[in-house]
């Protein structure tokens, strides 16, 4: 079997076999199919991971894992409603003992829910936990990151 390149700005780059017999191009594009499909058909196995992240109770691993006091980002995920940025950015600084204007914040909009990002300071983890804590509790908040 001997492949061909076919120059040419429209085809480019395109191949085809000569020297070969109807039965064995026939088995040639039997196989081709099937490496097709085995390649484009494979299932993705979904693992559900173990979860051993911390816990907003104050039990978790931001005890062990942080040295204090720390810089963190913190990343809430919410509805785009109201000034939702400022109240997070407010009552996140109240919590760690911070001016609003010592604390970075950044956002992003995606249509009906919007992804804050906040620098914060923390002396301690149970700084951290409380923040968490304190944010869970307002309607809005979709995620806490």
């Known amino acids: 079997m001997a492949l ?3 120059p ?3 085809i480019q780059p395109a191949y085809f076999v000569t020297s070969m017999r109807s039965r064995d191009l026939s088995v040639f594009m ?24 911390p816990n907003i ?4 691993s931001f005890r062990n894992l942080v040295e204090y006091p720390c810089t963190l980002s ?12 400022c109240d997070m950015r407010t009552l996140c600084a109240e919590m760690t003992g911070q001016d609003e204007s010592d604390v ?12 804050i990002t906040l620098t914060l300071s923390f002396q301690d983890a149970d700084q951290v936990y409380a923040v968490y804590a304190a ?7 979709k995620f806490k990151l």
Do not use: L
Request: proline share 6%; hydrophobic share 35%.
């Open 135 to 141: 944010i869970d509790q307002d309607p809005r908040v």
């Open 4 to 6: 061909h390149h076919i």
């Open 74 to 85: 913190i990343k809430i995920i919410g509805m785009n409603e109201g000034a939702f940025v």
């Open 57 to 60: 109770d104050g039990t978790g």
């Open 104 to 115: 970075p914040v950044s956002w992003r909009d995606r249509g009906r829910y919007r992804a």
């Open 30 to 53: 039997r196989q081709a199919a099937h490496e097709y499909h085995a390649c484009h058909t494979q299932r993705v196995r979904t693992v559900q991971p173990v979860m051993d992240f």
């Open 8 to 10: 040419g700005p429209i």
